[in-house]
């Protein structure tokens, strides 16, 4: 017996991923490094069912049929870099070998052209979903070597998530990186998603007094309606959970958040192409602050804020809150969406933004009835530069805006902490600008550095210096701009 793809890594994502592809009717060859694992699996969870356990990467790769498909689902970096060196010796050209993890999207350009010299096919692939959502259908998006698109696309939609029509959130993103860097904007857009829950909870609890059980009924009407999603639900379902013992876990964690990097790769890239990602930036820049946890308890006696309290409509306020969580939403995915389509044309992909729309449709941890109404929008428009400008988002952002400010506002009244919402309010009004302070700008960095500036009476693209202070010269820099 011959196995349809071998898989190398058995841990949380690796196993449950396994058994959803033999679940769906695939036999699959699996190994791990400790191979004590694969044992372990075989005789466990995978007992009675078809997978093939090998002990080796050459046993794995000569268990599998042509053209032989090698997943890894290993720790990003020099592991994935180790395990191709092993794997390419075992296998002919025509042959895939699948990243699955979450690497850096340069690292899977390097990749694929490396692999591709071999004569070998490569993909680099987001997965998305955790552990439940590899078990039972991750959000999965692919991009590297176009070829070996038609040999994976048979398992790989199958075992996806599936959206109430049926449709596979799955699909090909692109060339080398791009379902990398996809799955990255993903996690950077997550990170922004529960930053401002984050923020909303906060407002509830410190700013109106609200209760674990208030707050857990309010998000359970939220995700009955346009915010529906699994962030929303999950946090529903956090506020509402408590011990054997009876306390609420919520309240016994500690303040300091994790992150593994996606989220800091987001903004970095934002920053290479030029893109004014401030949402995803601030919430990776939150995460930090709240590190900071032995600065801030210090920080908390030293310094001083105002006194008021909230003493308004507290319900009036909770659908204010729930507007600007809304329009803060759109604007991520706005932002994110400008983030890929600048990455794209550096790149030269042929992002399918629609089709990205989708694959987050379902499996995935942002996902969310509302990005249904994003893929309509780039299906009605395909070349929408930005998600506010589409009839859909435009209203929406509009209905909610005045609730939105009422909230930035009590939030800074109260000194309470909205960075990522606040940061979104000031895009939106930034980006609805016609015109910017940044004549003031550049006339600043002309007067101390000569670095020139345009003229709003003449053609763009002719530049300017002027002598400000009389004992400058003529010569002025080269011109760089982002």
């Known amino acids: 017996m011959k196995a349809d793809i071998g898989l190398i890594g058995l841990a949380v994502m690796g196993e449950n991923l396994v058994l959803n592809m033999e679940s769906k009717g695939f036999t699959v060859a699996v190994f791990n490094r400790t191979v004590e694992k694969v044992d372990k699996f075989i005789a466990g ?14 046993e794995l790769c000569a268990s599998l049929e042509r053209p032989r498909k090698v997943m890894m ?82 398992i790989f939609q199958k075992i996806s998530a599936h959206t109430e029509a049926g449709e596979p959130c799955c699909d090909w993103v692109g060339e080398d990186g791009a379902g990398h860097f996809v799955k990255m904007v993903h996690n950077g857009i997550e990170y922004g998603d529960m930053q401002m829950i984050c923020e909303t909870y906060q407002m509830m609890k410190e700013g109106l007094g609200m209760s674990n059980e208030e707050m ?24 509402g959970y408590q011990s054997e013992q009876g306390e609420a876990v919520i309240d016994l964690i500690l303040d300091t958040a994790g992150q593994k990097g996606t989220g800091k790769w987001t903004a970095v890239a934002a920053l290479d192409v030029g893109q004014p ?9 939150a995460r930090c602050l709240s590190a900071l946890k032995e600065e801030r308890v210090a920080a908390a006696r030293a310094l001083g804020g105002p006194a008021a309290s909230f003493g308004g409509d507290k319900a009036a306020m909770v659908e204010d809150l729930k507007q600007a969580l809304y329009a803060s939403k759109i604007v991520s995915y706005a932002q994110g969406y400008q983030l890929m389509r600048a990455a794209a044309e550096e790149h030269g992909w042929k992002l399918n933004n629609g089709g990205i729309a989708l694959m987050w449709r379902g499996g995935c941890i942002i996902r969310s009835v509302f990005l249904g109404k994003i893929k309509e929008a780039f299906d009605k428009n395909p070349g929408l530069v ?9 209203n929406a952002v509009e209905q909610a805006q005045a609730g939105w400010r009422r909230v930035v506002m009590q939030a800074v009244a109260l000194g309470i902490p909205m960075p990522a919402i606040g940061a979104a309010l000031a895009y939106y009004d930034g980006y609805r600008s016609a015109r910017l302070p940044a004549n003031l700008l550049q006339a600043q960095r002309d007067y101390f550095g000569a670095h020139t500036y345009e003229r709003v009476d003449k053609p763009r693209g002719e530049f300017f210096h002027t002598n400000w202070t009389g004992r400058g010269g003529d ?3 080269s011109t760089y701009i982002v």
């Open 45 to 58: 969870r995978g007992a009675g069912r078809n997978f093939i356990g090998c002990h080796s990467i050459e």
């Open 73 to 154: 689902l290993v720790k990003a970096g020099k592991a994935v870099d180790d395990f191709i060196e092993q794997i390419v010796p075992h296998l002919e050209p025509g042959d895939i070998i699948i990243d699955g993890g979450n690497s850096h999207f340069p690292d899977t350009i390097r990749r694929t052209k490396y692999v591709e010299s071999k004569g070998l096919l490569y993909i680099g692939t987001g997965v998305s979903g955790g552990e439940e959502g590899a078990l039972l259908g991750p959000s999965i998006m692919p991009g590297g070597s176009p070829a070996a698109w038609p040999a994976v696309k048979p």
């Open 216 to 239: 857990h009924e309010v998000f359970a009407e939220w995700n009955a309606g346009e915010l529906d999603s699994y962030l929303i639900e999950i946090t529903r379902d956090i506020l």
């Open 277 to 285: 990602l401030t949402l995803i930036g601030e919430a990776v820049f």
């Open 386 to 394: 930005n998600l506010l400008l589409d009839p859909f988002f435009k």
């Open 475 to 477: 010569t002025s820099a």
